[in-house]
């Protein structure tokens, strides 16, 4: 799915890997989560609130959203 339809300037980080990728995330500022239908960020959001992050979910994930902030452009060119 993030390699087809993503938001601007998101990074990409599997459920999986967010334990060990915790250094990525912004602690200062309001981070916005995002999957394909929502339900894994719902939950990444509600532990990263109780931890004390400004953690925000986009609801009904990328399937859902019809808003203006959507990159398609070809991975290989953001590397």
Not at 45 to 72: E, S
Request: charged fraction near 30%; proline fraction near 3%; include cysteine.
């Amino acid at each position: 799915m993030y390699e087809q339809d993503r938001l601007w300037g998101s990074i990409n980080i599997p459920f999986e890997e967010l334990e060990c990728r915790m250094n990525e995330i912004n602690s200062r500022g309001t981070v916005v989560f995002y999957c394909d239908r929502g339900a894994k960020s719902m939950l990444v959001c509600r532990d990263l609130w109780r931890m004390g992050y400004r953690a925000v979910d986009l609801a009904g994930g990328m399937l859902q959203y019809r808003g203006k902030y959507i990159d398609r452009s070809p991975l290989s060119a953001l590397e």
